[in-house]
């Protein structure tokens, strides 16, 4: 578990934060209402536009891993660039797209709640590093 409390601030460029494996579950996030998370995913290298990822390699074959939900919260919301990669994990998100670098923030979870103000971007996403975007098979909106 990744957690920023209310006074925490983490920003920083060329960064990958990956949750890994451990007792068959996946860490997850917890950003507070007060914390500030400015974050920028590499743009070249192994982890080129990858900025939060939760990494299912460790597990015995056939197991399925449980994760508790994500939360990325924060007073302004959190500025992100790059992709953040849940897949089996459902996020509760507060953020946008940093105003320095690519404007590129996309979100592969198998479940989202969007907060307040919040928005996605594909415009930059090349020049962050991510030149094959995921393919959208299955979009839900439900109230």
Known sequence: MLKCSTR????????TIILTTQTNKIGALSIASGALLDLNAPSSGRFAGLVLIQDSNGLATGTSYTSRHSRI????????????YFPSSSLTFHGKPGDTGPRCLVLVV????????????????????????PIVNRVALAE
């Open 8 to 15: 925490d601030n983490v920003a920083g460029t060329g960064v």
């Open 73 to 84: 919260g924060g007073k302004r919301g959190a500025t992100l660039n790059g992709l953040i």
């Open 110 to 133: 198998d479940s989202v709640n969007v907060n307040s103000n919040s928005s996605l971007d594909t415009g930059g996403c090349s020049s962050a590093g991510l030149f094959e975007l």
